[in-house]
């Protein structure tokens, strides 16, 4: 008994306690890694799949420190002199759980994806609920990790005294912060308020600046547009609360498509009419909706005919619009020449024979 508590009393003793506590951590952090890995590999579980290629990591970590922590703390309670070893052992166990947090909220987000289709033709709620999965979990990040940070602040006696003297001159500075901070406030409000009334999502269709472009990100506090020819506009997130703009996909992506046509008066419409339906059913870009082709205007010796056809989504109706265009002008060369845009001069000609025959010029 007397040599089992001198082995107790040695100064090595505490460094042992951990070392133990870490290995049956590490040996346990093994076990359920392990068993996630088979289960994932056995049973096609997308919820097991995103586990173990988002958790196992963190759970090396997060487990042995669990269990240093535990001991340690009991141990400290009897040796004093040890206590700046549960001090750091608490820090990276914060730190460790903080991570495991932040870990699970990715797996939730990715379960929660996977469950949108994007595939389909009118994928509109899908893009809805992405940009409000996406803006939730940067949010819901950045509480945890405040979260965690402030856990860390009142672990300690010391730091407390530190917060309570912050808080005494709050008042002073909140005011300072408050300016400072306006702008950032600001743009953080319009991305909380973009996140739920969603007059943009992830990969609209919407025309800002005078440039069309799909929408590629939507951060905390700024947006960021993929113009069709790859150019980036960054933009803050308040211009889409403040400046009016064009979301040609806001509530549907389906779009109708217009291609104008200048032609003579004699060009015959039926005819023309009807090649359009034929364009149309020859062309998997139509939707087979809605279409049209009307005189829309008269422009001096020249009249306005404007074909109407709708699309999926606006990469469609873009294409469909220029298909219309090449069709329609081959078919108005080749078959309908006399429907082509010409000047009339009839009235010149005779004046100029006139002016001949009385020998006036």
Known sequence: MNDLLKILDHENYPWLVILTSGIIGLVVSGIIVNLIKITASRKEWQ???????????????????????????????????????????????????????????????????????????????????????????????????????????????????????????????????????????????????????????????????????????????????NIWDLRRIVLPITYFIETPFQNWTRNDSTLIGTAFFHLNYLAPIPALREKLKEILDETPLWDGKSWALQVTDTQGQLMVVRATMSARNSSHTFDLRCLVREKMIEYIARELPDSLPSYRIEEAKQAESFIQDKGLK
């Open 47 to 225: 919820s097991v799949r995103s586990i173990k290629e988002n958790l196992t990591n963190v759970l090396h970590f997060f487990i042995p420190l669990l269990f240093i922590t535990a001991t340690i703390k009991t141990f400290s309670l009897t040796h004093r002199d040890y206590f700046w070893i549960f001090s750091i052992s608490k820090i990276l166990l914060i730190a460790a759980t903080t991570w495991l947090m932040i870990r699970v909220v990715v797996i939730i987000e990715k379960l929660l994806i996977d469950q949108l289709d994007f595939d389909s033709p009118d994928n509109n709620q899908a893009r809805r609920m992405f940009t409000k999965i996406k803006f939730v979990k940067r949010i819901v990040i950045i509480m945890i990790i405040l979260f965690g940070i402030s856990i860390l602040m009142l672990s300690f006696e010391s730091v407390r005294q530190y917060g309570v003297g912050i808080l005494t001159s709050a008042g002073i500075f909140s005011v300072i912060i408050g300016f400072a901070a306006q702008k950032s406030l600001a743009n953080l409000m319009a991305g909380i308020q973009i996140a739920f009334t969603q007059p943009i999502k992830i990969d609209d269709v919407v025309i800002v600046e005078g440039e069309w472009g799909r929408i590629e990100e939507i951060n905390l506090t700024y947006v960021v547009v």
